[in-house]
């Protein structure tokens, strides 16, 4: 079989549509049809705790509303804007909204969730989520034998 490159316009079949638009585009997953964008997020373990970072610049500690309930932390925010202007011919009215949400679960019994604290600064909300103490690693001992 071989493959032949077309010279002549043609109209996209429904296919050709349906497999280029936002849904089937892996690169944009994070992206609504509206260019607006859920906040990148970095999410870092170590031997005490857990640490989420979310790129959020633009926005004010009080942007945002943090959860933690049945060991899902959920991260929100829901933003509104309007402006508008009057000079003597007309009237210019512009209004914006932003909001996302994100979930995250850790295993339950993990976090100690009255230690859990949250930051806002350089654009960076942090998260805190402090391991249990039953749940940190141990240092390893020796074992004498008798």
Excluded: C
């Amino acid at each position: 079989m071989t493959l032949a490159k077309r010279t002549e316009n043609y109209f996209p079949s429904i296919f050709d549509r349906f497999f280029n638009n936002d849904l089937m585009d892996w690169n944009l997953s994070n992206y609504s049809s509206t260019n607006t964008s859920l906040p990148a997020v970095n999410v870092k373990e170590s031997d005490n705790e857990f640490v989420i970072d979310v790129a959020a610049p633009g926005m004010t500690k009080n942007d945002f509303k943090i959860n933690f309930q049945n060991n899902v932390l959920t991260i929100s925010s829901e933003k509104k804007e309007e402006k508008e202007d009057k000079k003597e011919s007309f009237t210019r009215k512009e209004f914006s909204y932003q909001s996302f949400q994100r979930s995250f679960t850790v295993s339950e019994n993990t976090i100690d969730s009255d230690k859990i604290n949250a930051k806002y600064n350089d654009g960076i909300l942090h998260i805190t989520l402090p391991k249990r103490e039953e749940v940190k690693p141990k240092p390893m001992r020796e074992i004498k034998i008798s």
